[in-house]
């Protein structure tokens, strides 16, 4: 069953021109100049119940203008959105029962009070029971490792610590559908991992749709089997990270650790992407020269100590997409 | 209807403890609301001392007025404080972890902040109406309680409603405009005397525009039984302050909604 349906979904913004200055200031009460700007330009896709997909796009492609407008806080200019069959902003109460919503820049925590406090508000103001909560609140608490933090005002968590917590307070009335905005950004490894982990367990154990956007694209590779790129309003690929990577670019990258850091490297078919010291890499496309031919090539020609085959990083893939579409 | 009052309660037990925590500025802050209005009215008792009377009003008739007003102000500033600081939660965006939520924003916004050391200036106002009372001889009935406060209820309903009207212009812009302050900060040392000592036009913009009136002299004439006091009139006046209420409630439904269309 498809979770959320969006078709042709179009913004427009009218964003105020203000000039600068005292004088411009009175002028701008007079007369206002507007700019238009077209935040969504034709966004059209489909979610099944428990799909894992990130949302990936520069900043001001539109990521936050379509997730705003799923978790009906915006209310788009034309087309169609549903998500479990209603339409975000004309039901907003109903909708929003239906939603977990995390925003790693900011928490829904109350800043000054024992985390477990903000978590028995959450509760009241999402109409949990009593028998509910304290099942969450024991599964959250262990899943997480919230044991100590839950007495702990949120002003002294550390971001790691607010992170789980947050993770926790938006998931107390157990919603099917999860939104995730850049829950990892500015976490250290281990905080990072567990995040993801978490996030893994909820989308295969307990079949919770999930849209995650972020900049980090190790979150993207650990989690997402789906990715849809959004870029200038529009999407710009939607599949599986290997269709996406089929789609930009076949190539294949070869690391080469030369024996000697002097030593001057050339092939036909490969072109060198970057060198430091010893460490050259090479970027070829295996359509044109087969990989073991390559290598026994480089191998017969030049002294190698060790070598390895990779595919482009997705930062690579993503930033090309770009490119391509401003071009 | 009853599980948002359930909610409202939770929300203002957090706010208590959550004031409490800094119990120290807590009692200071209300000593200092306690003060400054103390000195307010002396500067009125000041004036009545030189000059006797207004118009042919009493220090002790102004206190009536003075303490329903200031009461309405100071619960108004005690439980609608969140509205007074809407315009940040618009700036910084969490107002949209508001809509994310399924309760009313009305109800989020108002438990968002509740002003415990106002209640300095409503310790500070209730023994300056029951003084006034007592001086001025008025016959208590169970009525005449009731419509003192109705006074200060509608009174309160009329300010919640300007605070709400001001929260609602963030909603369509983002300089803070200060007309508002006008009317509530104004209206408060307006209505701290009886509006018929006032012109004709002002007194027409208090009765009908921003029904101050609500809180002043249509109840307060009748409690003090003035000549040309019509019960009826003085009984249906706190309707006022809830009527106006009504409409800042349908300003601030529109401003949600427009606020929804353009995101910002």
């Given at each position: 069953?498809?979770?959320?349906?969006?078709?042709?979904?179009?913004?427009?913004?009218?964003?105020?021109?203000?000039?600068?200055?005292?004088?411009?200031?009175?002028?701008?009460?007079?007369?206002?100049?507007?700019?238009?700007?077209?935040?969504?330009?034709?966004?059209?896709?489909?979610?099944?119940?428990?799909e894992l997909v990130g949302y990936i796009g520069p900043n001001g492609a539109g990521k936050s203008t379509t997730v705003k407008t799923l978790a009906g806080i915006l209310v788009p200019t034309s087309g169609r959105c549903e998500v479990l069959g209603r339409v975000p902003w004309k039901e907003r109460t109903a909708h929003v029962k239906q939603l977990g919503v995390v925003f790693g820049q900011r928490t829904q925590l109350w800043w000054d009070l024992p985390v477990v406090e903000s978590l028995e508000l959450l509760r009241d103001i999402y109409g949990v029971t009593a028998v509910r909560y304290k099942a969450m609140l024991a599964e959250l608490t262990e899943r997480l490792s919230l044991g100590d933090l839950l007495d702990t005002p949120v002003r002294q968590l550390s971001l790691g610590q607010r992170m789980r917590c947050d993770l926790a307070a938006s998931l107390l009335h157990e919603p099917p559908i999860l939104f995730l905005d850049e829950p990892t950004i500015g976490l250290d490894a281990v905080?990072?991992?567990?995040?993801?982990?978490?996030?893994?367990?909820?989308?295969?154990?307990?079949?919770?749709?999930?849209?995650?956007?972020?900049?980090?694209?190790?979150?993207?590779?650990?989690?997402?089997?789906?990715?849809?790129?959004?870029?200038?309003?529009?999407?710009?690929?939607?599949?599986?990270?290997?269709?996406?990577?089929?789609?930009?670019?076949?190539?294949?990258?070869?690391?080469?650790?030369?024996?000697?850091?002097?030593?001057?490297?050339?092939?036909?078919?490969?072109?060198?992407?970057?060198?430091?010291?010893?460490?050259?890499?090479?970027?070829?496309?295996?359509?044109?020269?087969?990989?073991?031919?390559?290598?026994?090539?480089?191998?017969?020609?030049?002294?190698?100590?060790?070598?390895?085959?990779?595919?482009?990083?997705?930062?690579?893939?993503?930033?090309?997409?770009?490119?391509?579409?401003?071009? | 209807?009853?599980?948002?009052?359930?909610?409202?309660?939770?929300?203002?037990?957090?706010?208590?403890?959550?004031?409490?925590?800094?119990?120290?500025?807590?009692?200071?802050?209300?000593?200092?609301?306690?003060?400054?209005?103390?000195?307010?009215?002396?500067?009125?008792?000041?004036?009545?001392?030189?000059?006797?009377?207004?118009?042919?009003?009493?220090?002790?008739?102004?206190?009536?007025?003075?303490?329903?007003?200031?009461?309405?102000?100071?619960?108004?500033?005690?439980?609608?404080?969140?509205?007074?600081?809407?315009?940040?939660?618009?700036?910084?965006?969490?107002?949209?972890?508001?809509?994310?939520?399924?309760?009313?924003?009305?109800?989020?916004?108002?438990?968002?902040?509740?002003?415990?050391?106002?209640?300095?200036?409503?310790?500070?106002?209730?023994?300056?109406?029951?003084?006034?009372?007592?001086?001025?001889?008025?016959?208590?009935?169970?009525?005449?309680?009731?419509?003192?406060?109705?006074?200060?209820?509608?009174?309160?309903?009329?300010?919640?409603?300007?605070?709400?009207?001001?929260?609602?212009?963030?909603?369509?812009?983002?300089?803070?405009?200060?007309?508002?302050?006008?009317?509530?900060?104004?209206?408060?040392?307006?209505?701290?005397?009886?509006?018929?000592?006032?012109?004709?036009?002002?007194?027409?913009?208090?009765?009908?525009?921003?029904?101050?009136?609500?809180?002043?002299?249509?109840?307060?004439?009748?409690?003090?039984?003035?000549?040309?006091?019509?019960?009826?009139?003085?009984?249906?006046?706190?309707?006022?302050?809830?009527?106006?209420?009504?409409?800042?409630?349908?300003?601030?439904?529109?401003?949600?909604?427009?606020?929804?269309?353009?995101?910002?």
């Amino acid at each position: 069953m498809a979770h959320i349906v969006v078709e042709n979904l179009v913004k427009t913004f009218e964003v105020a021109e203000r000039q600068a200055g005292m004088w411009g200031a009175v002028r701008g009460l007079v007369k206002r100049t507007h700019r238009t700007v077209q935040a969504l330009d034709g966004v059209s896709f489909e979610l099944q119940a428990g799909e894992l997909v990130g949302y990936i796009g520069p900043n001001g492609a539109g990521k936050s203008t379509t997730v705003k407008t799923l978790a009906g806080i915006l209310v788009p200019t034309s087309g169609r959105c549903e998500v479990l069959g209603r339409v975000p902003w004309k039901e907003r109460t109903a909708h929003v029962k239906q939603l977990g919503v995390v925003f790693g820049q900011r928490t829904q925590l109350w800043w000054d009070l024992p985390v477990v406090e903000s978590l028995e508000l959450l509760r009241d103001i999402y109409g949990v029971t009593a028998v509910r909560y304290k099942a969450m609140l024991a599964e959250l608490t262990e899943r997480l490792s919230l044991g100590d933090l839950l007495d702990t005002p949120v002003r002294q968590l550390s971001l790691g610590q607010r992170m789980r917590c947050d993770l926790a307070a938006s998931l107390l009335h157990e919603p099917p559908i999860l939104f995730l905005d850049e829950p990892t950004i500015g976490l250290d490894a281990v905080s990072k991992l567990a995040v993801r982990e978490f996030v893994q367990h909820l989308n295969r154990e307990r079949g919770v749709t999930v849209i995650l956007t972020t900049h980090d694209m190790d979150d993207i590779e650990a989690l997402c089997t789906r990715v849809i790129v959004i870029g200038g309003g529009r999407i710009l690929s939607d599949g599986t990270l290997d269709a996406l990577r089929d789609r930009v670019t076949r190539e294949h990258w070869l690391i080469l650790d030369l024996e000697d850091e002097t030593l001057e490297l050339e092939d036909p078919d490969a072109e060198i992407l970057r060198r430091d010291g010893r460490r050259v890499t090479l970027r070829f496309d295996p359509a044109r020269v087969p990989t073991a031919l390559l290598i026994s090539r480089l191998t017969a020609r030049y002294p190698v100590r060790d070598l390895f085959v990779q595919n482009p990083p997705i930062e690579e893939i993503i930033a090309r997409l770009y490119r391509e579409q401003a071009a | 209807m009853n599980d948002s009052w359930k909610l409202y309660l939770h929300y203002l037990g957090i706010s208590i403890r959550a004031q409490m925590q800094y119990r120290a500025s807590f009692v200071m802050m209300t000593i200092g609301f306690f003060f400054t209005t103390v000195i307010e009215f002396l500067g009125i008792w000041a004036m009545f001392a030189r000059f006797g009377s207004l118009q042919g009003w009493s220090l002790a008739e102004i206190a009536l007025f003075y303490s329903v007003i200031n009461m309405a102000f100071a619960l108004t500033e005690m439980f609608a404080r969140g509205l007074d600081t809407f315009p940040n939660l618009v700036k910084s965006g969490d107002f949209d972890r508001l809509l994310l939520r399924p309760r009313s924003t009305l109800l989020q916004v108002l438990g968002s902040e509740v002003s415990l050391m106002r209640l300095g200036r409503i310790l500070q106002a209730l023994p300056i109406m029951l003084w006034g009372a007592h001086t001025v001889g008025v016959v208590w009935s169970p009525g005449k309680a009731l419509l003192l406060i109705g006074a200060t209820a509608g009174g309160t309903c009329l300010f919640v409603g300007l605070f709400l009207l001001q929260a609602s212009m963030s909603f369509w812009t983002i300089e803070s405009l200060e007309i508002a302050n006008i009317l509530t900060h104004g209206g408060t040392q307006t209505a701290q005397y009886p509006l018929d000592i006032y012109r004709p036009w002002f007194r027409i913009f208090f009765t009908f525009v921003v029904p101050l009136a609500c809180a002043n002299i249509l109840p307060l004439n009748v409690i003090l039984q003035r000549p040309g006091a019509t019960p009826l009139l003085g009984a249906l006046s706190p309707c006022l302050g809830l009527l106006f209420l009504g409409v800042a409630m349908l300003a601030w439904g529109q401003g949600v909604r427009r606020y929804c269309s353009t995101g910002s």
